[in-house]
T-cell receptor, first 113, second 113 residues
Framework: DGGITQSPKYLFRKEGQNVTLSCEQN?????MYWYRQDPGQGLRLIYY???????QKGDIAEGYSVSREKKESFPLTVTSAQKNPTAFYLC????????????FGDGTRLSIL | KNQVEQSPQSLIILEGKNCTLQ??????????LRWYKQDTGRGPVSLTI?????NTKSNGRYTATLDADTKQSSLHITASQLSDSASYIC????????????FGAGTQVVVTP
């Protein structure tokens, strides 16, 4: 079955530590996205990528970094500069042509130790 | 101010009953409007996508309507089932800003036996 796999499901970060969230898709989609979801708020865009080796900042990119070295992979690093990292992180992808639905992974829940 | 407002914030309905969720938006220029269903601890799943020229679209027991003139949409759930318990998210896509989707905060629906 095609889909998006996020790992780990749960992640804990210590003070001053960088952590990396994995996102892999086998849907052959060009576009990939990272969102942050907090209680009572809509999803907020962290970074997105339309094509390999290119990515753009979203609305809340500070304290995060990404890479897009392969079409199927779009890892997100939460750096120590992100002072409030506790949230549910969602990765998504879609085809770039037309009004295509976004496909989402099942998320990673990040907490501070 | 969020450009996509959903109401009610939450609702409880009896199994077998119908309900309607509302979405008002100010996003402009408009490209399309989407409804997603998100189960607890999972990623959102697409229900419908409507463009400017479409005023209704169905997916099983889910029927979405769109009034682009008043910038309002609704999602109607018919004969609710326990599995309909979830958060329902309205998303509006701008026509001039690729990759940036405006998410509502969602309506939490609880279906009770």
């Amino acid at each position: 079955d095609g889909g998006i796999t996020q790992s780990p499901k749960y992640l804990f970060r210590k003070e001053g530590q960088n952590v990396t969230l994995s996102c892999e898709q086998n849907l052959n989609h060009d576009a990939m996205y990272w969102y942050r979801q907090d209680p009572g708020q809509g999803l907020r865009l962290i970074y997105y990528s339309q094509i390999v080796n290119d990515f753009q900042k979203g609305d809340i990119a500070e304290g995060y970094s990404v890479s897009r070295e392969k079409k199927e992979s779009f890892p997100l690093t939460v750096t120590s500069a992100q002072k409030n990292p506790t949230a549910f992180y969602l990765c998504a992808s879609n085809r770039r042509d037309g009004n295509q639905p976004q496909h989402f992974g099942d998320g990673t829940r990040l907490s501070i130790l | 101010k969020n450009q996509v407002e959903q109401s009610p914030q939450s609702l409880i309905i009896l199994e077998g009953k119908n309900c309607t969720l509302q979405c008002n938006y100010t996003v402009s220029p408009f490209s399309n409007l989407r409804w997603y269903k998100q189960d607890t601890g999972r990623g959102p799943v697409s229900l419908t996508i409507m463009t400017f020229s479409e005023n209704t679209k169905s997916n099983g027991r889910y029927t979405a309507t769109l009034d682009a003139d008043t910038k309002q949409s609704s999602l109607h759930i018919t004969a609710s089932q326990l599995s309909d318990s979830a958060s329902y998210i309205c998303v509006v896509v701008r026509a001039d800003s690729w990759g940036k989707f405006q998410f509502g905060a969602g309506t939490q629906v609880v279906v009770t036996p």
